[in-house]
């Protein structure tokens, strides 16, 4: 990271930010293509889980490459300033890599939707097994995450590289 003074190398400090997103950013590439899209998640233990379709882009380009980028951000603020080049931007960010596989075991796939619900609703719920059958869980284990912040007061002191 070029610029250290904006590196955040808590742990707890960067899974604060991806607990507190609504939205993370799947990025993936087929054939040097790069494709981006905004899922709902869940997170824990250091692996993401999402929900989809069983079928669509996302996941022609997984089962080609199981290879992906997730971003994170919070707190996201426009700081500005009396001439143009002193307008900034204030925000949390997380950036991290890891290998995306489709889960097949149906246990598995109800503890990804538990964590997705839980994220969202704060709760658990009950599923039909048809449902479940039937939902395509992504689950992507982080191999290395790096976070970043703007504009604060403890810019720096809790700032890093978290593998």
Known sequence: MRRKDREITDIALIEDVI???LVCRLGMSRNDQ??????????????????SAGEGLKLEILQQNPNV????????????????????????????????TLVKDLEEKKKGLDAIMQQ???????????????????????????????????NGTTSGRVK
């Not at 704060?122 to 689950?139: H, L, P």
């Open 19 to 21: 607990r507190n997103s």
């Open 34 to 51: 790069p494709y981006v899209v905004p899922l709902c998640f869940a997170y824990s233990d250091n692996t993401l889980y999402f929900h």
């Open 69 to 100: 980028c997730v971003e994170f951000d919070i707190d996201q603020e426009v700081i500005q300033g009396d001439k143009p080049c002193k307008w900034g931007m204030k925000y949390r960010s997380v950036i991290g890599f890891g290998k995306g």
């Open 120 to 154: 969202y609703a704060g709760r658990s719920f009950e599923y039909v097994e048809a449902a479940i059958k039937s939902t395509v869980i992504i689950k992507v284990e982080i191999e290395s995450m790096t976070g970043k912040e703007s504009s604060y007061q403890n």
